[in-house]
């Protein structure tokens, strides 16, 4: 294998393992003690819904809807919380996103035998963010909020993606609710 033929696959693997990593970002009241929180219901949806026809198509999917509905519910039932139809202590709502990206590797500039610049590859790809809010239903304030960014593949089985989706539900709750 040649010089350029190893850059290449490098450069790949490089990006792959770059695009496909998931962050999360939480942030919290701290002066909040989490402890009563017991209970716990969907906030409706708004009737009409702004954005980009993207936005609008990626938010009037009700196959989404349930899948991150459901992986949410599953988590916060594990960790003893239940689903309230009156009265709930916190309401959640969440927010889904697509954004194109485009990464750069710059490969610099070449010495030895074959001397002269660099390359440069670009690669595009698409990043989903999902934003969970906890809001407290006493005084209407954001108590808890969970954004998850990945890049997403295509191709993927229903099952895969609710695979995918319940393990990024889980992995952004994991630190819900805070410890004091």
Known sequence: MNKKTISAILGIILF???CSTLKIIHDYDTSIDFSPYKTFAWARAPKEI???PRARLLANNPMLDRRIKNAV???LISKG???AKNNPDLLIVYHVGLKDRINVS???YRYGPYWGPGRVDIYGYREGTLVIDFVDTKNKELVWRGIAQKAL??????D???KTLSDIIK???AKFPPKK
């Open 50 to 52: 702004v954005g980009s």
């Open 160 to 162: 895969q993606r609710q």
């Open 153 to 158: 593949s295509g191709g993927r089985s229903p």
């Open 106 to 108: 710059n490969w610099g």
């Open 16 to 18: 792959f393992v770059s």
């Open 81 to 83: 919380f239940q689903i």
């Open 171 to 173: 992995r952004l709750l």
């Open 73 to 75: 519910a599953s988590q």
